[in-house]
């Protein structure tokens, strides 16, 4: 295989590539993704996940948080932020309570049962709903409510159920939400091995060995212990087992190995789609960037979040690459003003037809509820001609 059907294959898998998604599969389609990251940012007018729904479909943003709090086919979880498979959740949260200071856990107690009872008397609430006073923790202080709800959750007595109007997290008790979360993991001893092999690649779809124990290691989490080591030998076994397989590539005198699941292989194979010519705006936070290491190798430079920047040291605040024929051929960054969408910063690596740029951009200023779309000046006159003007129908 070479280094360009090694791209092809993960951008395919990933849902990339070929058509949008039509709505009558683009559920089952995100859930296939395994997890998606939430980010509250919306400076382009869209957040980090309701962009990765964007690139992949078009059907209404309101149908992935129908994924997610209505039909659950994905739940969040509480840290990191993310929409998870619903199936894939108890092995996620199992023993989660030990990763929590047990002296503290003893010491919030009392707490955590007067919010768990407001909850049974009152349904869904966010940490703004309660009123306490202030501990230290965070990224400076917070409620003690707002540490009680966290402590319900790593003790899997509540579940992130939904968002409000703000976008601030709902909390709920878990037999509404999710009552199989209750109950112990099926068969967990014989299961669990392959589930992080298996999920680790559902997510990345294909990484070197390295990058695979690394995410095999995060799934199992820090509290379970093993890092690294157990990760490795988990592939090894999986590899055994014939559940993972190697894809070999070249790129001049170079060989690289890659990991992708058989059944992967085997869907891209019979399902390839054919490559095409549209532009594809991809969040910061897209599964795509999962591993910075992989995108580097694979599409040839390397990306940098710079949101949390300092303003003074950074280039762009979110830049979102941009994707075509199968290769990544630059940066864009935009933000929502009003009506308008301006491009505030634009960097091509790559040659792309100037209408598909135009068509991606003015497709996602529509998405985010803009009519024109303006430009900063550092745009050449080529590109403002060719990209800034009322949104195109």
């Known amino acids: 295989m070479s280094q360009d059907l090694a791209r092809a294959f993960l951008l395919d898998r990933l849902g990339l590539r070929g058509p949008f998604w039509p709505r009558a599969e683009a559920a089952g389609r995100a859930v296939g993704l395994g997890m998606m990251q939430i980010d509250s940012i919306r400076s382009t007018g869209l957040r980090n996940h309701e962009i990765a729904w964007a690139t992949r479909t078009d059907a209404p943003i309101s149908d992935l948080y129908d994924v997610y709090y209505r039909d659950r086919q994905m739940l969040e979880t509480h840290y990191p932020l993310f ?78 159920s939904g968002r409000n109007k703000n976008f601030h997290r709902l909390f709920d008790l878990t037999e509404r939400v999710a009552p199989e979360l209750l109950a112990p993991v099926e068969d967990y001893r014989a299961r669990h091995k392959a589930f992080f092999v298996q999920s680790a690649l559902e997510v990345l779809k294909l990484a070197t060995p390295q990058q695979l124990a690394e995410r095999v290691s995060h799934h199992m989490g820090t509290w379970r212990g093993g890092g690294l080591p157990v990760a490795r030998k988990l592939i090894e076994e999986a590899l055994d087992h014939h559940q993972i397989d190697w894809i070999e590539t070249l790129e001049g005198e170079t060989q690289h190995r890659f990991l992708a699941l058989k059944s992967d292989l085997d869907r891209f194979k019979a399902e390839a789609r054919p490559q095409d010519e549209t532009v594809r705006l991809v969040p910061p936070l897209d599964n795509l960037m999962f591993s910075r290491r992989r995108f580097t190798e694979l599409f040839g430079f390397t990306y940098k979040f710079e949101a ?56 996602f200023a529509r998405i985010a509820g803009c009519m024109r779309v303006t430009g900063n000046r550092g745009l050449s006159r080529a590109l403002r001609s060719g990209l800034t003007g009322k949104i195109d129908a």
């Not at 199968?326 to 301006?342: N, S, T």
């Open 308 to 363: 949390y920047t300092p303003e003074a040291q950074r280039r762009f605040y979110f830049a979102m690459p941009l994707l075509y024929r199968d290769r990544a051929v630059g940066l864009v960054d935009g933000k929502k003003e009003e009506a308008d969408w301006r491009i505030t910063g634009l960097d091509l690596h790559s040659e792309v037809p100037l209408e598909s740029l135009r068509a991606a951009i003015h497709r």
């Open 83 to 160: 929409a998870t498979r619903r199936d894939w959740v108890p092995f996620f949260l199992k023993d989660f309570a030990k990763a929590v200071n047990q002296a503290r856990l003893k010491e919030m107690r009392p707490l955590m049962r007067k919010v768990k009872q407001h909850i049974e008397e009152n349904g869904p609430v966010s940490p703004a709903d309660l009123e306490s006073e202030r501990v230290v923790g965070g990224f400076n202080t917070i409620k003690a409510t707002t540490r009680a709800l966290e402590y319900l959750y790593h003790t899997g007595q509540v579940q992130i």
